[in-house]
């Protein structure tokens, strides 16, 4: 079975964010995306739903040459000012060109 | 019958005792909560039959009757917007984008507190009127808009965003069910009504239950923001009492010129003196990343929603009389 | 009353305003949607309300009055998927696995067409049978099985799933709550219903009510397959249209030979021409992977159901008065 | 009625019936489930309804009314876990874990067995006291820390947890709405009840019909646990029989000692002969994590729970009968 | 601390899929799987749920001998005509043998 | 883009465990954590919900030198006697030091 090695870039996210996130990730070269919801704690608690916590966990396969302009566009317009936390993990996927 | 009677019916009828039940959870450290799609659930039925009810009224009053009190409604949208803005930037030294984005807030309405006024207003026989619903509607966007606007204005705040968050406030879940309510409400008339009423009248048995469970969830989130009220600081509590008290006597002193009966014009005061926490909290968050949510959130949930259900109403209700002469 | 009052007076019923309403959401492109949770556990109610009144009735009807509409309805299971597929194939040029995908919807049912065309009814005077529910409980499957059945024998579809998937549409929630509700409803008697009435009664506001929230949603989810409108042609646009006419000619005149009154032939000619969107979507899926879902749910949510309950429904009723002379 | 009859009269009605279609459903294998959300949310509203009503009857009732009763009710809680515990350690010969573990939800109560108890004794025309659902929260937490108590006492158990899980009980979803409704409906009065009577009156249509609702998904629940009735052993499936009839009568005893009513001493009996099964579980598998959850769960939702709403209440009543001669 | 490495293969698939696959999954050798609700979007939208964009997410962990396998399934079983996408990484854990 | 290597442990477990694992989790250094609901099969069907299969996925990113204790900590203390699994990855992280 014939693989190829992509990235898989995870990013938790405040649910606000998620339209405005999937939308620049497609802008940036992603052919699709997973989101699941999730909730969770970290360093800045601040969330603006009345569900405290609540958070989205999108999951975008991208070439490798993609992920830095994702990492730096997150590290820009969100970390400073909202709770987001991203990472990066190396995937073995079938029809590599699909993801790219 | 007096103040202090009407206070104490106030405090011990279910909106308040519910509320209240949901805090003591939290504060006893419950893990008690509504789970989340009952709540939305649950928002999405009083909303819709608040709709569908103001609907159904709607088609019998006259243009001329909702005029006045319509026009001093989207006035009241303007008015609490800037002022909030202009209170928290001047006298509180508050930064911009907490100033706007707190303003959002108090510039839209918190639609059970509408409720809540409007079952005060029944309880002591001063009814509203029918058409308040419509009021209700045209209030919920108004000073959003507005005070988002001033945001975008004053900060060099990334407006990728704030064009769509616009459109996600006229398009979201409370225009939907509200705005679609009243036109399905004023369509299909009487006979229609009465087929579902027991079900959607707001006066009835299953929409003051399903607001009694609905409340209480609301206790439960206060509850859990009561740590917060620590980190916002002496001045936004008193903020937090003391802005609903003046746009609520500015309302109720609106709604009396604009003709509203007692009842109504305690309504219209009530829905100044409220701030928003389901439209207005995503919106200020994406436009304004920069406005603390503890701020905003603890302000209109833990301090002004209690406030205005356990004593502003019944004042706003005195203010109201006193006005009626 | 005239054919134009009853039309107007239908599409200004609660049903159709509500179904308008979300499509309108959708349209203007809102994120309003009631909670996943919530749309089941209403269609679980509302399922669990027809059999169980079904029930009721069940246990006074006579054998003798439900053999031949049974028998009716039980043709009509057999009929209409193969009428479906054949003009689908044969007229419509579509392909195998599309043709008996399709087939596999409109040889089924709508419980809220079905629900529509009671009210319907008994709005304009003229109560359907009380074993209704049975019937509707007979046309659920048969059609699934009779499609899918062709699809596997006209394709050489991986049978692996076949025999799995029959099993799941006849377990599925719809035959659980409908036929389970009925066995309960008979057993249960009188004493029992009246306790529960005001809950489930099909014809009261809790039901209504309820109801109107579930369209408003099918009314969202219908929006958001009118882009797909122009991917599906005009020959689908067409037969979404005129088959369940001819469908629904074929019920109102089997149910008038089975000795139906005028209302239970223009349900039961209404459940004929409706196309199922619960039961059949996901049994198609796995037997039927090459049948294209665009096709299949566009025809039978977006062009199917709103011709139904707009139009489809007083168009077969007034056949039924025809037929009855 | 005679005892057949009181019998048949009993199997018939909703909650016997609609809990056989949930366990059927599971038979036939169907994928049949309500959602989880509304699972949640149906318990949350028969709890808060049962402590509402509770607190409006409270209001009336006289301490003096009410103290004996609750003795015998803490009594009871007192008891039931031990016997428990005892009979399966030295009898059936299970390990500390197992035996604390099971002792733990027999020592508690089940919500639902109380309601059919309730509507049981109603149906017989001998109603319970007005005050029964204080009793009910009273017995809701002192078996499970007794038992816990024993299970921490007896096994050198990690209880790094123990102290933690106690909490969680007494704040736990049914503590809240028991006690909270309670009080809310105590403070509230007449007045406010019946502004929301049709909604939360546990002898109503639309509690009942939740109630079905709620035991449907009981009824799956349950039949997917049949499967382990094999794993538990003949001991297991005889006691979860046997130990009932025996809390149930020493129940029944002591509310009639107490000054029942022959309704109250049922309902009474009923409760101590039922099983938790939400409060427990996940405080024994905290704190007792060597008790194998088949036991405990199988026990109280397989066996004893359908047994008391089948066959237990009736017998309970005539034990009733017969002690008030 | 002994760990072992192994393969979590990662798919993502429309929910009518989640018993079939599961079920297949077993067959071919995973000893159990976990199954989170997710939503998604991609090159192919269609969906038979009237949920759009619905999807399940189904986790497994397994010996790298039997990754081909499963990759080859579901490549010939249901890329062409599911929306269904997979993915491997390797993970250490602890108690290896539980897993093959 | 500067990234620092971290390891994300995941722990599938029972619903119950929730409260009790992130809390020792934060004790063993962890920063933040986030929970998904999922479902699942395993080699043990046993559960203390009446909802069977119902799992909760903890996903924490750590410092590698705090996964040892970790693992030991879930082999020691639920393993054998709760519905548990755990595994470990590398991940790529921006903001290392926010994690440890
Ligand atoms: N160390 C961590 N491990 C796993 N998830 C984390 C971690 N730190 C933060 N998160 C997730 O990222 C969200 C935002 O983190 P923060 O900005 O630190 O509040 C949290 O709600 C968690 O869901
Ligand atoms: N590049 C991607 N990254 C993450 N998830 C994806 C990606 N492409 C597709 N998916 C997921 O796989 C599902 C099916 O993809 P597709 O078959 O392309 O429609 C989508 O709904 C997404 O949940
Ligand atoms: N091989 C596996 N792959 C993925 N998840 C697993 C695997 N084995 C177990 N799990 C998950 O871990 C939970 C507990 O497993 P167990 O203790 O084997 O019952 C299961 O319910 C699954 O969610
Ligand atoms: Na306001
Ligand atoms: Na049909
Ligand atoms: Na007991």
New binding site residues.
Partial sequence: MHTTTLNLVTI???PVLEEMLTRELRQMGARGFTVTE??????????ASDVP?Q?I?IEVIVAPAVVPAILAHVSTHY?PQ????AFVQAVEVVRGEKYI | MGLSEILRANLLSPIPLAFALGVVAKLVRSEFTLPRDIYTGLSIYLLFSLGLKGGVELAHASPASIAWPAAATLLLGCITPITTYLVLRRLGRFGVADSAGIAAHYGSVSAVTYIAAMSFTKAVGADAEGFMPTLLALLESPGIHIALAIGAVKTASPDRAVGHVLHEVLTGRTMVLLVGGLVIGALMGEKGWTAIETFYDPKGAVFKGALTLFILEMGVVAGSRLGDLRKVGPFLLGFGIIMPILHGALGVWLGHLAGLSVGGATVLGAMAASASYIAAPPAVRITLPDANPTYYLTAALAITFPFNILLGIPLYYEMARWLAG
Avoid at chain 1, 82 to 85: D, E, Q, R, S, T
């Fill in positions: 938790i996210a405040e999730s909730r969770g704690e970290g360093s800045r608690g601040i969330r916590g958070n966990r970390f909202y709770a987001v936390i």
